[in-house]
């Protein structure tokens, strides 16, 4: 059973966490060879206010 986490900044729309969940179990199931209905895909969406690049907050970047 692989078990996939990605962890992204918010944002995104429902629709593309659809899809990047389709994409991610397509490739694990595909380079695994495990049944894609046994792939598990975790999604941790944070805040900009609370991850930082560098010292600076994604929600005060301008990149």
Known sequence: MPLV????????????LKQLCADVTEAISK????????????LNEMQPDRYSVGGVLK?????
Do not use: F, K, Y
């Open 31 to 42: 380079n695994t060879g495990a049944p894609a209905e046994h792939v598990h895909v975790v």
């Open 5 to 16: 986490h990605i962890d992204l900044i918010a944002g995104r729309s429902q629709a593309q």
């Open 59 to 63: 929600s005060d970047s301008t990149i």
